[in-house]
């Protein structure tokens, strides 16, 4: 496996993690103002909030996210991890870290 492979497949992964945590982050804001009279700029809110939590998520993802299975992968490679199950929960158990840190859910 080379490294271009390897980065292409880190930063389609990544985009796609920041699209999808943003735009469920930004539905879980704006859904507490459907009740209110502007329901009518949902979307344009919808937009805006997704594009907000995509910068920081995104810096998250990119950063934090690429290191640590950059990590678990060579460690894989190099054959400390032989257990796919083990290889799929060191990825979650680095991914919860944050909700541990902020005492959220959300983070998680």
Known sequence: MNVESV?????TSTY??????????????IGND???????QLGSAFLGWALIYSLYVGAVISVYGNLVSVGIEFLH???????TWLYVLLHGAFGFVYGLV???LTFS
């Open 7 to 11: 980065f292409i497949r880190k930063l």
């Open 16 to 29: 796609v993690a920041t699209m999808i945590t943003s735009m469920l982050l930004s539905i879980l804001y």
């Open 34 to 40: 459907i009740n209110n009279d502007s329901s009518y």
């Open 77 to 83: 490679k190099k054959g400390m991890i032989q257990s």
């Open 102 to 104: 902020y005492q959220t």
